[in-house]
């Protein structure tokens, strides 16, 4: 880490009340969730003295000691892809409403490779938002709103991008969907520090990737949860008790038919549909279509024909017994309310009870949720820093061999090196795996976490900073449980008990499809060695026992240290 980010995530950690009290400063008066439709030009084309979006206006022009003059609205798209349940793109198209049928809402998008390069962005994912884009570009056309695609050079850019946006289609009031990484509220501070230079431009931030405001979960003490359990139950108690959490935002009102005319330039230009990738790019299409349509049909799928035997099937890799909807809710084409909600109506109304699927799916998404709180209230994650900064004192093995070994999936290890292999091929691995490859490459290569969590990123089509750097420090190294360095971890225990009959082996390790079940996971120790030779499969790369006994002894050594 170079010496000024260093310095900025010390600065970010001796403060991690402030950075949580800043998450939730700029929300609006007038949450979306709670705007009705009395306002003239609303779908009830009504008007009333005491309507929401009037009171709001007052509140708001109090706070600015003067009137509020509403112009056009713009919407910043950034990972929330999508028309539907979007808190920001609604309480901007309310906003629009204001001003008249001659204001407009204006949506933005903002193509920052820059930024994607910081963050290791896998190209089959940039891919996947580009599609995506096209499909956003087309539901709000159906609406009348155009949306401006623009590029910044450099990440710096991005705020005169805005500036120059707010300037030149007379925009009054911009909305936004607040992220929780260090450097992008860094860098939305520094737009809306620019913005509210300007006469007449207001700013609006929306909370909208949790569902419950990390402010609002927290321990007897006051202090924010560092353990998954505790959590998930303080969590679901607020989700059960007040219905607010998941109240569904509708989608937002059409522009004026004006518009259509006055932005017709707009509307004629084609978004990017596309990001150049190695993997195939009709397989991808095919495997991961574009779309909030398309999203939806497999919730509902899920839901309807899955959902209920999920606790079973999501630890069995060779089966289709997950959701797959990860890459729509890392693209924000569909949120993680709208999941929960979903479920929680199959479920008959329940999240911790009810049955057994159903409710471990709701868990699953309880995850999600709670690596987007440790990001608010711990930022050194954000930042290339252990959980446990103990940890970073262990001497990690700096073997580069192993580690290409191990992207290659060519350790020896068959059930390890099957889900290397489904990575590299598809841009996707099953989240089971996940967790098997990555104490692979540290309890037993002693690799450091940080280059797998690297490489997840640079590769996956669903990479997500939050539950990648979780699912690494948790299940790898760094975790919060008492003792989660010394786990017994042992990859051929792993392949029996996931993989029992070898199925998902023979699918991606196609060296071994004519072993039996007992040779499959194994296959150097069950086979003769001029048998085994004939294979063209490698030999494990390390003795599993050697390699137990240094990671444990040097954890232990590093745990000890003062």
Request: glycine content about 4%.
């Amino acid at each position: 880490m170079s010496p000024s980010k260093r310095k900025a995530q010390e600065e970010d950690d001796s403060d991690q009340v402030s950075s949580i009290k800043e998450f939730k400063k700029h929300v609006s008066t007038y949450a979306a969730t709670s705007i009705t439709t009395e306002d003239p030009g609303s779908h009830n084309n009504t008007s009333s003295a005491t309507s929401p979006i009037k009171a709001a206006v007052k509140s708001e022009e109090e706070r600015h000691s003067g009137p509020i003059v509403t112009r056009n609205a713009l919407m910043w798209f950034r990972n929330d892809l999508r028309i539907r349940d979007n808190k920001a793109l609604y309480a901007a198209s309310m906003r629009s409403k204001v001003g008249g049928n001659n204001k407009f809402l204006v949506a933005l998008y903002i193509v920052s490779e820059e930024e994607w390069a910081e963050h290791d962005e896998a190209p089959v994912k940039i891919d996947f938002w580009m599609r995506n884009l096209v499909t956003l570009t087309a539901s709000l056309e159906k609406l009348g709103i155009p949306l401006v695609v623009k590029t910044a050079k450099e990440k710096t850019d991005v705020v005169k991008v805005v500036e120059e946006v707010v300037k030149g289609m007379d925009i009054s009031h911009v909305f936004w969907s607040q992220e929780l990484m260090v450097d992008e509220r860094r860098r939305d501070r520094q737009v809306k520090e620019a913005l509210l230079r300007h006469s007449g431009v207001y700013v609006e931030e929306h909370e909208d990737q949790l569902i419950v405001p990390a402010e609002d979960v927290r321990t007897k003490t006051g202090n924010p949860y560092a353990v998954f359990t505790p959590f998930y139950n303080t969590w679901c108690k607020l989700v059960e008790s007040e219905s607010h959490y998941l109240e569904i935002t509708v989608t937002p009102d059409a522009n004026p038919p004006k518009a259509k005319e006055l932005y017709a330039e707009h509307f004629k230009t084609k978004s990017p549909s596309s990001h150049p990738h190695p993997l195939d790019v009709n397989e991808m299409k095919r495997r991961y279509p574009a779309g909030e349509d398309e999203a939806h049909a497999r919730l509902e799928k899920f839901v309807q024909e899955k959902g209920k035997k999920y606790h079973q099937g999501r630890d069995v890799p060779h089966q289709d017994g997950t959701s797959v909807l990860s890459m729509y809710l890392n693209a924000g084409v569909l949120s993680t309310r709208q999941c929960i909600v979903a479920a929680r109506i199959a479920n008959k109304n329940k999240i911790q009870s009810g049955d057994d699927g159903l409710k471990t799916w709701i868990k699953e998404l309880g995850w999600r949720e709670f690596y987007r709180h440790i990001l608010v209230a711990f930022p050194r994650v954000c930042m290339s820093r252990a959980f446990q900064p103990k940890t970073e004192r262990v001497q990690w093995s700096d073997n580069n061999e192993h580690f290409q070994r191990w992207i290659e999936g060519k350790t020896g290890f068959p059930i390890v090196d099957a889900g290397m292999r489904q990575l590299k091929a598809t841009g996707y691995m099953h989240n089971r795996l996940r967790m098997i490859v990555a104490c692979f490459l540290v309890k037993d290569l002693l690799i450091n976490w940080q280059q797998g969590e690297k490489y997840f990123m640079s590769t996956l089509i669903d990479g997500d900073l939050a539950s990648n750097n979780g699912g690494w420090q948790w299940s790898a190294s760094t975790g919060t449980d008492s003792q989660p360095y010394f786990r017994v971890f042992n990859p051929l225990l792993q392949s029996k008990r996931y993989d029992p009959k070898g199925d998902y082996i023979r699918r991606w390790v196609p060296e071994l499809k004519m072993l039996t079940e007992q040779q499959i996971h194994e296959p150097s120790h069950a086979l003769p060695p001029k048998e085994f030779a004939k294979l063209g499969y490698p030999k494990p790369i390390v003795d599993h026992a050697k390699a137990k006994d240094k990671y444990l002894t040097e954890f232990k050594r590093a745990l000890a240290l003062s």
